[in-house]
Nanobody, 115 residues
């Protein structure tokens, strides 16, 4: 079974930064396009950033220029560097393949942006 474990969330003030990490196990990993997703209260889960096996990236317009996704295939990790955080970034953040595999969703990590 594939396991995806997110970490690094927390409470941060507007304008602050956080770095999220996703650790994968039970998968080859290096061949898959990976993504970070988030779900805010009352909203649908949305993709915020994706990174392909060759390192190419794409971002949602709402985070472009503020977030950076990266991967380390040797460590089987995906990171999301989040800068200039806004209140509307508050959500539970998840990693998964892109498109996601439903059974692989983990517990996510909570990011709260508040003063």
């Amino acid at each position: 079974q594939v396991q995806l474990v997110e970490s690094g969330g927390g409470l941060v003030q507007p304008g602050g930064s956080l770095r999220l990490s996703c650790a994968a196990s039970g998968t080859i990993f290096s061949i898959y396009t990976m993504g970070w997703y988030r779900q805010a209260p009352g909203k649908q889960r949305e993709v915020v950033a994706v990174i392909a096996s060759d390192g190419s990236t794409n971002y949602a317009d709402s985070v472009k220029g503020r977030f950076t996704i990266s991967r380390d295939n040797a460590k089987k990790t995906v990171t999301l560097q989040m800068n200039s955080l806004k209140a509307e970034d508050t959500a539970v953040y998840y990693c998964n393949r892109a498109p996601p595999i439903i059974r692989d969703w983990g517990q996510g990590t909570q990011v709260t942006v508040s003063s």
